[in-house]
């Protein structure tokens, strides 16, 4: 796929987001909603420290930015770097966003590609544009030292 360098900067961002939920001892993902060039909300996973299993990075995300618009029906981008759950692409179709870039895929849980298509079922009142992969590598890194680096494995 080809992605715009604002693709590459706004997924440094939700990247930014993911260091710091881990910085906290959270899975490390990290999300950012952009709509028409401005940041409309970001988040980073905090189901642990919230006690709260619905506190996914894109789940926050996607509050944050309907505060913000007084609108649940939000449109944009959502950058994530990590493929979307189940629950994520749920919240992520009942927002009516227009596009979801991923970076790293999930092979488990992902529910955009991996595992599940829900944002092109056709079945649902709303679908979108998936793309994954941007910045791949990165991602998946910060994942893996992650929880390399919980394992104690040098």
């Excluded at 980073?44 to 996914?56: V, Y």
């Excluded at 189940?86 to 009942?94: R, Y």
């Excluded at 870039?101 to 488990?108: H, L, N, S, Y």
């Excluded at 998946?140 to 390399?148: D, I, N, P, T």
Aim: glycine content about 10%; hydrophobic content about 40%; some cysteine.
């Amino acid at each position: 796929m080809d992605f715009s360098q604002d693709d590459i900067d706004w997924m440094e961002r939700a990247l930014e987001q993911a260091e710091l939920a881990g910085a906290k001892g959270e899975v490390p993902v990290g999300a950012v909603l952009v709509r028409n060039g401005t940041l409309l909300g970001r988040g980073g996973n905090s189901p642990i420290s919230t006690q709260d299993p619905t506190a996914h990075a894109e789940i926050k995300t996607i509050r944050q930015a309907a505060e913000r618009l007084a609108n649940y029906r939000l449109g944009g981008t959502l950058y994530v770097t990590l493929e979307p759950c189940l629950m994520c692409m749920g919240a992520i179709i009942h927002s009516r966003i227009e596009r979801l870039v991923f970076g790293a895929r999930d092979p488990k849980t992902g529910a955009a590609v991996s595992v599940y298509q829900i944002g092109s079922d056709r079945r649902l009142n709303h679908t979108l544009k998936v793309e994954g992969g941007l910045l791949e590598e990165r991602c998946g890194l910060v994942l893996k030292e992650f929880f390399r680096e919980r394992r104690h494995d040098p």
